[in-house]
């Protein structure tokens, strides 16, 4: 994709400059004219940016369309909206320009960036189109494209977009990328219009006792269900582990959400589907997709439990992923801006305005003509270009041989993939085993250098006891441990790392998986812990679940996670915590964000700091893959220990 523009210069003539997709500037007018001749010039969808177009439905992470309606003062919907994506384009784009009805916007696209934006009006009303390419928020290296139209009638508004993959799913974690792609001016969209969504107003819909059978019967079972349904239920003694308006948010347009009143109600449903492992109970949700029946095999309906639930990671590989793929993909775009002027292809930018609007396209939205043409004299050479025989006839021979070359390939294939996927599952397992036994080896050795630290005090003791020794009371002083291996005048604490040390050398090293706050090393610093090493471990084996968990090849939640690596996890405190006990556990990075860091890795059973260390941290920063880890050091002050 290149884009081809006029950059003044101080010279006499002006410089003629060609931009690639990935940022490369060709300079000079003859190189230029040539890229133009050979269809690489102005000419795109919009503003001469060619080649910047909607990504195919195949490489769907998002779509949604839906109709808007105003709250009581909030005004057009229209402008609303228009108001809701200048925040989002500027957060990335800062000098962008206010997005108006009728002043086209277009910045060139590169790898990373690129923004088209026109509207047109006729005798139906305005419509607007946006065509926008960001980076992916969580899968570095890749680009996202939303493809967005605005309706304005007089009678309803209605909002349609699609959010592609310029790479698609290989590029982006597959469904834990798509899940996370989510257009981020929505949600706060939501606050100031009413949405409405496959004929049903966007809003969270309780289930008592007397709504399941009818819910079930008619909604969840029936036939002609297109949306997915989920419902999220509350923990046994009440409550739910996430906000329904915070999951309503992430469900946006691919999914309606349905609550459950109380815990007993959830036994209704179990009987009303007449299989539990379908059912949904015990803080749990779960996503029912069309063409439920109660001989469903359970795993194709995905559950998350509560503590899977709180993880926005797992709800975006389970469950947001898939509905939002499957919505992107089962989405019908409107017609957009050209195709309600009608004008050609070979319009360039915004000039197209005055020629004959009802003129016929002749260019396709999936690619340029060229690529079209060719595909077509393609197809035809491949159709009357048969192999002949010796005797003039079509060679079957030759056919034969081939589609067995195809179907040998593709048994190689399936085979290497086979292979490789083996592969990728024993080099994890040796991994693990590997992460288990560095922890028991640095758990043995912080017992042995306490066992000699004892048996040295109390051969001390027995000196004084004996009348041999100094008398001083030197109990508490370090052992001295003889290492042959170690040069006359050092001791083995002489290459032991501090604990700041294994702190600063995690967040350097894992800074992909683990964001380590400055509070967590003024912690560290701080901190008498006596088995850094251990510490090196436990932090080196959370960068390894951050990994897994981000790729989406985690599988379980972070306490099975955790525990199969021998890793104390807690997941959260308690909800009888005071406020000034809870301000313990909030943080901020250099930007001023907070983070309420209140999971935590514990490292021995005691409360002094010399044997006890907590790693304080939270998996549940939306769009954040990595582990933010605000503090590792002394225990919290707890309310049965204060």
């Avoid at 932090?539 to 306490?559: C, E, F, I, N």
Wanted: hydrophobic letters at 35%; charged letters at 30%; aromatic letters at 6%.
């Amino acid at each position: 994709m290149l884009h081809y523009d006029s950059m003044a210069s101080d010279t006499p003539s002006d410089r003629d400059v060609v931009t690639t997709s990935t940022g490369w500037k060709i300079v000079g007018r003859r190189t230029a004219r040539l890229l133009r001749e050979h269809g690489e010039g102005e000419g795109g969808w919009s503003g001469g940016t060619r080649g910047f177009r909607p990504g195919p439905p195949e490489h769907a992470l998002f779509g949604a369309s839906f109709t808007l309606r105003p709250r009581a003062g909030s005004g057009q919907p229209g402008t609303q909206v228009l108001e809701a994506l200048t925040t989002a384009i500027r957060a990335g784009w800062p000098e962008a320009p206010h997005l108006r009805r009728d002043e086209p916007v277009d910045r060139p696209a590169t790898r990373f960036t690129g923004l088209v934006w026109d509207g047109v009006r006729d005798s139906e009303g305005w419509t607007g189109e946006l065509l926008w390419r960001v980076p992916h928020p969580t899968a570095r290296g890749t680009a996202c494209t939303t493809h967005l139209i605005l309706e304005e009638r007089k009678r309803w508004t209605r909002l349609s977009l699609r959010v592609t993959a310029d790479d698609g799913f290989e590029r982006i974690r597959g469904m834990v990328g798509a899940g996370q792609a989510r257009p981020t001016f929505l949600a706060p969209l939501r606050r100031t219009l009413r949405f409405t969504f496959r004929g049903a107003e966007v809003q969270p819909r309780t289930l008592g006792p007397l709504d399941i059978p009818d819910f079930v019967e008619n909604r969840l079972l029936s036939p002609s269900r297109e949306v997915p349904i989920v419902v999220l239920s509350p923990a046994e003694e009440g409550g739910y582990a996430i906000d329904p308006e915070a999951l309503l948010d992430e469900l946006l347009g691919v999914a309606h959400l349905f609550v459950i009143d109380e815990h007993r109600t959830t036994f209704k449903l179990s009987d009303a589907l007449g299989d539990r492992r379908l059912s949904c109970y015990w803080g749990a949700m779960r996503g029912y997709l069309p063409g439920l029946s109660r001989d469903d095999d359970p795993l194709d309906h995905p559950l998350l439990t509560s503590d899977r639930l709180l993880d926005p990671v797992m709800r975006a590989g389970a469950i947001m992923g898939p509905f939002g793929h499957r919505a992107g993909q089962s989405l019908e775009m409107p017609p957009g801006v050209r195709a309600r002027r009608g004008t050609e292809a070979g319009d360039e930018g915004h000039s197209a305005r005055g020629r004959d609007a009802g003129a016929e396209s002749t260019e396709e939205e999936c690619g340029p003509p060229e690529v079209a043409s060719t595909l077509s004299a393609t197809s035809e050479e491949e159709q009357t270009a048969e192999p002949l025989s010796a005797s003039g006839s079509p060679s079957t021979t030759t056919g034969a041989a081939t589609d067995r070359v195809i179907e040998l390939l593709e048994t190689l294939d399936r085979g290497m993939r086979g292979l490789a996927h083996s592969h990728a599952e024993l080099l994890d397992e040796v991994e693990q085993l590997r992460t288990v036994s560095s922890l028991r080896s640095a758990r043995t050795a912080a017992l042995e250098r306490r066992i000699a630290r004892l048996e040295g005090a109390l051969e001390r003791w027995m000196e004084v006891a004996e009348g041999r020794g100094s008398g001083e009371d030197d109990g508490d002083r370090e052992p001295s441990v003889p290492d042959e291996a170690l040069p006359e005048g050092h001791s083995d604490e002489d290459h032991r790392p501090s604990l700041p040390e294994v702190v600063r050398r995690a967040a350097e090293v894992h800074q992909e998986h683990l964001f380590v706050l400055d509070s967590a090393i003024d912690a560290a610093r701080e901190s008498p812990y006596e088995d850094p090493e251990q510490v090196a471990v436990v932090l080196d084996a959370m960068a390894r679940v951050a990994r897994k968990r981000g790729d989406g090849s985690l599988g379980t939640g972070l306490a099975d996670a955790f525990r199969e690596l021998g890793i104390d996890y807690r997941g959260g405190i308690s909800r009888s915590t005071s406020r000034r006990l809870r301000e313990q556990y909030l943080f901020y990075d250099s930007k001023g964000s907070e983070y309420d860091c209140v999971e935590h890795i514990a490292m021995g059973s005691s409360y002094d700091p010399r044997f006890c260390l907590r790693i304080y941290f939270t998996s549940r920063v939306p769009v954040e893959s990595r582990f933010v880890i605000g503090h590792v050091g002394r225990h919290f002050e707890v309310q049965t220990t204060n």
